[in-house]
T-cell receptor, first 113, second 110 residues
Framework: KAGVTQTPRYLIKTRGQQVTLSCSPI?????VSWYQQTPGQGLQFLFE???????NKGNFPGRFSGRQFSNSRSEMNVSTLELGDSALYLC????????????FGQGTRLTVV | SQKIEQNSEALNIQEGKTATLTCNYT??????LQWYRQDPGRGPVFLLL?????KEKRKERLKVTFDTTLKQSLFHITASQPADSATYLC?????????FGKGTHLIIQP
């Protein structure tokens, strides 16, 4: 079956702009989590959605938001971009919350200039 | 606060030897521990999951141990190959989902 798909793969934005990233989970998976990965901080949890509801949120400012649609596809939005938001953004889908392997997408490489 | 520690320095191993990576954690009582492999510019790929009541898990050349008393997991790759070179991440399953360590960069030298 098809894996987790993230679009776009690469993105360059200017400080102050906003950006929306998309994630399509594996068919049948209802849980989608988002992570930010930077060389210094590693993989940091942003938020997790299950059946269109945000179940958990990491320690990120309110500029980072997300949502999930009825088909389990998820989007995350970052407003008022800062240089420090440059990172690889990864989404992962799981079949059941927390207790099974996470399937990651290829990620979206966001560069803020 | 909860903390996961992996050796942040690169680990250089000669081809054919066993590579051993360490994951230590504090202030956690994880029900599961997972190991992932990540290649540059790509998302992590799941390798193994071990439950709190399991001491050891094997898959082909991979072996994971889980000591809840020491709060430590060891990840072994036997008969290592240059293709095993990658960053290896451990992840703990808790109430807030998966929390990842920063990973250990493994280099297998021919």
């Amino acid at each position: 079956k098809a894996g987790v798909t993230q679009t776009p793969r690469y993105l360059i934005k200017t400080r102050g702009q906003q950006v929306t990233l998309s994630c399509s989970p594996i068919s049948g998976h209802r849980s989608v989590s988002w992570y930010q990965q930077t060389p210094g901080q590693g993989l940091q949890f942003l938020f997790e959605y299950f059946s269109e509801t945000q179940r958990n949120k990491g320690n990120f400012p309110g500029r980072f938001s997300g949502r999930q649609f009825s088909n389990s596809r998820s989007e995350m939005n970052v407003s008022t971009l800062e240089l420090g938001d440059s990172a690889l953004y990864l989404c992962a889908s799981t079949g059941a919350f927390g207790n099974t392997e996470a399937f990651f997408g290829q990620g979206t490489r966001l560069t803020v200039v | 606060s909860q903390k996961i520690e992996q050796n942040s320095e690169a680990l250089n191993i000669q081809e054919g030897k066993t590579a051993t990576l360490t994951c230590n954690y504090t202030n956690y009582s994880p029900a599961y521990l997972q190991w992932y492999r990540q290649d540059p510019g790509r998302g992590p790929v799941f390798l193994l999951l071990i439950r709190e009541n399991e001491k050891e898990k094997r898959k082909e050349r991979l072996k994971v141990t889980f000591d809840t008393t020491l709060k430590q997991s060891l990840f072994h790759i036997t008969a290592s190959q240059p293709a095993d070179s990658a960053t290896y991440l451990c992840a703990l399953a808790g109430a807030d989902g998966l929390t990842f360590g920063k990973g250990t960069h493994l280099i297998i030298q021919p």
